[in-house]
């Protein structure tokens, strides 16, 4: 349910979801001559563990201020998804509960986007920006992920490998150069990395992999330090291809509603050089159909 514009959006909401949630599916046992949906305000008062003055008090936007206790309970009591949970605690003006561990899980509806896109060179990340999938323009775009060799496939583990001189070892299989340069694509990873942390400051694994690249990368460590916190949405970048020569693209980083999944895509313009190259691309892996595409709904580490 989405809030209106008025000066009680929890109430609002609170209500609407009361009268649609169904009795039976939360335990509670009725005698089958209710003439209104949902719960009544005693049961859902019951069900969360509050009084019926204080559900009332809420509903009619008398009490202003709930505690995060309460719209958890409140929450669990409707069988609110985590999206409505969220709702109703930025409703009450609090901070959504922080979540589990980055999910690696890819739902079909993100399958079906990529499917979607499946003639522009896409892959996805999870939050933490492990590579969970790509399809198979994105092999014969930027090459098979597999020989990439990322460090527990991850591209902010990739980007911080030693640096130096012209033998650096590409981040793919071939370079893709940043427009804006090296420092501002690792800043701009390591701002959406800080965000992805905060969300998760449960999950071990995001947590020892962040102090190992504090302690063993003085780049990684002086951006980390600096607290730029940001979503990654975009790039210009140059693909030094072997085959057609340098392809300019554009990176979109899209979010799909409901996951905290980075489905990243490279466009180029239409009519362009770079459009020409892509087109040529795909031409070749339609021929030969060899471009290794990977995009399951629990994807092996790739490195």
Request: hydrophobic residues 40%.
């Amino acid at each position: 349910m989405t809030c209106m514009a008025t000066t009680n959006h929890f109430g609002i909401a609170l209500r609407g979801w009361r009268e649609r949630v169904s009795p039976g599916d939360c335990g509670v046992a009725t005698d089958g001559g209710r003439r209104i949906p949902g719960l009544r305000r005693e049961e859902l008062a019951r069900l969360s563990g509050l009084s019926v003055d204080y559900v009332v008090q809420l509903e009619q936007g008398r009490a202003r201020h709930p505690s995060a206790q309460v719209v958890t309970a409140l929450a669990r009591a409707l069988r609110l998804d985590p999206a409505e949970r969220d709702h109703l605690f930025r409703c009450a003006r609090l901070a959504p509960p922080a979540t589990g561990n980055v999910s690696r899980q890819v739902p079909a509806r993100v399958h079906q986007l990529v499917n979607r896109l499946g003639d522009n060179p896409t892959a996805v990340f999870a939050a933490d920006w492990t590579l969970v999938g790509w399809n198979g323009m994105w092999s014969a775009t930027v090459g098979d992920p597999r020989t990439y060799g990322w460090d527990e496939g991850n591209l902010v583990a990739a980007m911080f490998r030693s640096r130096g001189g012209p033998a650096e070892v590409p981040i793919a299989a071939w370079p893709v150069r940043s427009w804006a340069g090296d420092e501002a694509e690792e800043e701009d990873l390591v701002a959406d990395l800080r965000v992805t942390a905060a969300a998760h400051p449960h999950d071990g694994r995001l947590a020892s992999f962040v102090d190992h690249l504090r302690r063993s990368n003085p780049r990684f460590k002086r951006l980390w330090s600096n607290g730029s916190a940001r979503a990654h949405v975009g790039d210009r970048k140059t693909i030094e291809h072997p085959l057609v020569g340098d392809i300019d693209v554009d990176l979109d980083v899209l979010m799909p509603a409901g996951t905290d999944l980075r489905v990243v895509t490279y466009t180029a313009g239409a009519e362009t050089t770079g459009a020409e190259k892509i087109d040529a691309l795909r031409a070749a892996r339609d021929a030969s159909r060899t471009s290794p595409s990977r995009l399951n709904s629990e994807m092996p580490k790739v490195g």
